[in-house]
């Protein structure tokens, strides 16, 4: 095991009626002016923002509103979101929503203390020093957001969509966490953000380092209770206690629980990224997409995690070949995706007959250098073609 340093301060708060106490979890964090980010209307139409507004109007606090965050988040909305905050001057920015909500947010965060353009952080241009302090409540159980220190934004001029990672300034102070929120879900959405969970942990339990058995057994055991889960979740989306294991697996999926003192690969996000960024996918379908040609590709070029995975979380019995098993895991991984989550698993099931893979592969080698720099496996151009071909099949 390598090396790591742990910085989780979220409270997360998880359970029935959570959101009403949004107002003293502000005070708590010695909020007084709340700038509250939004997405398209969803929190709207349930109701949520206006029993947020209540709560945060109990304790005190000034307000004031940034709606119309879009899936898949944009630099424009960042800038309109600064803009704003320069003129109310929050000392506070509450995201109620997902991944794009908070994401946007984390951005207007560190913007928000920055005499340049915000974009410098994401270009890779400037390190963010300082960021206003982020609470969230979660109304989609997938990012994982709410208890990462990453943000994901995208380029509306260059479509490039990039993350920034900062831990140390904008893992959110809370996370209110209401499993009943995500009742009002669509399945396609339910579905997506259970395959970016799955992800993430695959993202991290695809590694050369050795030693690393607590890791590895937790990711196998979450990825178990995942799709267990989820398959009760498919038959019956009203199943509270299955949409509160989700909400909370979506959680330490992604805040590092399961990634300490080992390398993390993240290749096939970098190239989910590139469809999502072009095409405007939702994200958790585009990876369930990639992540199967991805493992199919692993087979042939560094199986034995693959075939651990086979063994250990998909059923595959141990015949000694690592190749065959690795493979046979991967599509087995496909079918459940497709049969059980009704992801799509191509691009044409995607909604893209004819993808322009060599636009893809030209920008993703374009921010990633000639190597994409996987943890578990480095991929140069002409691997990541083979892998965009593989999503065809
Ligand atoms: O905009 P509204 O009307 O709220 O609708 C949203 C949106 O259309 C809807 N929704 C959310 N909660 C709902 C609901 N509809 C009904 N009932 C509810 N309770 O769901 C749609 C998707 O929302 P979004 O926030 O985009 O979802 P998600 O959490 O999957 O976030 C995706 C974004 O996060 C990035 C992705 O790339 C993508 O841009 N990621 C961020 C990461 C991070 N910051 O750590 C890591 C991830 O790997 C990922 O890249
Ligand atoms: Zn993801």
Redesign the pocket.
Known sequence: MNNFTFYSPTEFVVGKETENQVGTLCAKYEATRVMIV??????VR?GLLDRVKVSLAASGMEMCELAG?????IDTKVREGLELAHSFRPDFLLSV???????TA?AIAVGYHYEGDFWDFYAGKAKPAKALPIGVVL??P????EG?G???ITNTKTHV?V?IRQPMILRPKFAIMNPE??L???EW?TA??IS?MMA?ILERYLSNTPEVQIGDRLAEGMLLAIMETAERLMENPNDYDARANIMWCGTIA?NDTCSLGRVEDWNS?AME?EI?AEYDV???AGLAVIFPAFLQYAAKHNAHKVAQLAHRVLGIADSGNAEADALAGALKLKSWLHDTLHMPVTFAQLGIEEPDLELLNTRLHNLKGAILPGGYMPLDAQATMEIYKLAME
């Open positions: 939004y997405g398209g209307g969803s929190a349930s965050v879009q899936p898949n988040p929503g997902g991944g794009s909500v908070i994401d984390k109304t989609i997938a990012a994982g957001s990462s990453n943000s994901v969509k993350g929120l995500t009002t879900l669509p959405q997506s953000g970016d993430h992604h996000h990224h999502s939702t994200h958790g």
